[in-house]
């Protein structure tokens, strides 16, 4: 069958529930309903057949697809950032938090990501006695780790929530195979130019072009200046 275009007094409900129960910006969510259903649509008229080895045939061509959630990508970075943050501070003792540890952590993060200073440079800027002191400090593989696990916590969720408005079980499955695969490949991709940019042996001032630099300065600037 072909699956109908949904109606476009209907899209706007399903947008005006999702934005009281996700706080999302309802035209927003009514643009990606409309992107999701125009996709839903050429799946039903034009199923993949099955693939007799066993893999799951795709959903959507990986390009389209792609496009879609490059759109996800850059908002669900930024929240899964300020959640990390957040937590981060939140996990300081209160006579940490009299010592300004979580101002020596926002420092000494922009000192590091946004201006290329290395470890052993920032320790005396933040008054920490040496750059051993800054790495526990900034613990930037479990960050970035923890970073990735948000991501995708809340990519699957919004693109997920979203596409469950169609009910079409198939569909979805395949679906959330074809996100699981773009996850992977982007944040793989994502945390890699990040660690290769701190590892660089000659940091150069200003020298953080990574995608994951240039999203945490950003909310970095916001913090500073809302301090």
């Given at each position: ?59 959507f061509p990986d ?94 969720v919004s693109v ?21 695969v773009y996850l ?44």
């Open positions: 069958r072909t699956y109908p275009a949904p109606d476009p007094q209907h899209l706007r409900q399903m947008s005006r529930e999702m934005t009281l129960l996700r706080g999302l910006n309802s035209e927003d969510v009514l643009d990606k309903l409309g992107q999701l259903s125009i996709l839903f649509r050429r799946y039903s008229s034009d199923k993949p057949n099955p693939d007799p080895g066993g893999k799951v045939p795709k959903l390009n389209e697809l792609n496009k879609l959630l490059d759109q996800y990508c850059i908002p669900c970075l930024e929240e899964a950032f300020q959640v990390v943050l957040k937590r981060r501070i939140a996990s300081f003792s209160e006579r940490e938090l009299k010592r300004k540890k979580d101002q020596k952590l926002l420092h000494a993060l922009h000192l590091f990501h946004c201006e290329g200073l290395s470890l052993g440079k920032i320790a005396p800027i933040i008054h920490c006695y040496d750059q051993p002191a800054v790495s526990r400090l900034l613990i930037l593989k479990t960050f970035r780790a923890d970073v990735r696990i948000e991501t995708i916590k809340r990519l699957k997920l929530e979203l596409a469950s408005a169609f009910r079409d079980p198939e569909a979805l499955k395949q679906l959330e195979h074809q996100v699981n992977e490949n982007y944040l793989t991709d994502l945390i890699q130019s990040a660690e290769k940019e701190a590892y660089t042996s000659k940091r150069i001032a200003c020298q953080t072009d990574s995608l994951f630099s240039q999203i945490l300065c950003q909310i970095l600037k916001h913090w500073r200046q809302d301090s």
